[in-house]
């Protein structure tokens, strides 16, 4: 298992390399060359892509594999990762999931319509500290479901 971090715009990359590394967890950042990242290599690769529509998404899509971690807001993304049996998770903790995940696809097309049809959406509020905790909570939590078999043992 590793954990893929979308790591174009993704605010708790340093949560994840701190609980990652807390496991002994492999952990790959994933971004364009808009972004740049100061972080030892043994604590994560970077992988640094092409600027373009999607490039980081398809870069991460290629690594992914059945069992892996993935953080991303982006829910095509996360949808084509489920679709490779790897666990999906956001910056907020939700989890996806083939139950949830037409829902939100569906509502990423129609709030795209409305943008395009000269609409308004909501925008997103400054992320907080609370928000932070919560994701940090949810992802170990979520590490450590993984980590154990059923019969209690570390995989």
Known sequence: MKILVDADGCPVVRIVLNISEKYGLRVVLVADTAHIFDI???????VTVTKGE????????????????VITQDYALAALCLAKSAVVINQNGLEYSNENIDGMLMSRF??????RAGGRTPHIKKRTNVQNEAFGIAFEGLINKMLLTNDGNMV
Do not use: M, P, T
């Open 40 to 46: 030892d290599e043994s604590v994560a690769e970077v």
């Open 54 to 69: 999607n490039s980081a998404d398809f870069a991460l899509l290629s690594r992914c594999n059945k069992g892996d971690v």
């Open 110 to 115: 129609v709030s795209q319509k409305i943008r």
